[in-house]
């Protein structure tokens, strides 16, 4: 599929507004695609957005559960976190199914990457599937709480299809997932 490559927005100038370990905020003044001035505001993310989707032989796979500050609501999520971009990705999410769920994995696959909020930030997402499971202790961080469940992965699929998992990753992690079961891609 063909599409242009020119970037249609002119930027005339730009403004720092806020700045962290994690994020920083930039107001650009612009002239938008139809030629009339504007303002448009990027969220920058300084680490990529790791998850993954434990699946055990039996089908199981591992939900976190954690007060999310800006939904001011409880969550369901597959294991996920922040990677910094300067290491490996698989690394990274070595790291968080280890943190949240004590689970160590011997087979990896990169299932997806998706941009979570492209109308105002450059936040990428890369989700793997971790097969052939070993427990071992959780190390969360110490701004975590969480709860963790093993529950069979149907189950899991339905919580996603009746929205009671609501977290994007999540989402279409479970979805590809079940296509890729649906599709006999996976055992």
């Not at 720092?16 to 009339?36: H, K, L, M």
């Not at 993954?52 to 969550?75: H, K, M, W």
């Not at 300067?86 to 011997?106: C, H, I, N, S, V």
Request: net charge negative; with cysteine; aromatic share 8%.
């Amino acid at each position: 599929m063909h599409h242009p490559t020119e970037n249609p927005w002119q930027i005339t100038g730009e403004k720092p507004v806020y700045d962290n370990n994690w994020i920083n905020v930039t107001e650009y003044q612009v002239i938008n695609p139809s030629g009339n001035p504007g303002i448009y505001g990027k969220v920058h993310f300084k680490n990529r957005a790791i998850g993954v989707i434990p699946l055990d032989a039996e089908l199981n796979t591992y939900l976190v559960g954690q007060y999310r500050f800006p939904l001011e609501a409880y969550s369901w999520e597959i294991p996920e976190g922040g990677g910094p971009m300067a290491e490996d990705p698989m690394e990274a999410a070595k790291r968080e199914l280890l943190e949240e769920t004590g689970l160590k994995a011997g087979k990896w696959t990169e299932l997806l990457r998706m941009h979570l909020s492209n109308s105002v930030s450059d936040e990428l997402s890369i989700i793997y599937l971790a097969h052939d499971l070993e427990q071992f202790e959780p190390e969360p961080e110490d701004t975590e709480q969480l709860m963790v469940h093993k529950m069979p992965f149907d189950e899991v699929y339905r919580m996603a299809c009746d929205g009671e998992i609501t977290d994007s990753m999540s989402v279409a992690a479970i979805l590809k997932v079940k296509l890729l079961l649906l599709e006999g891609k996976l055992r």
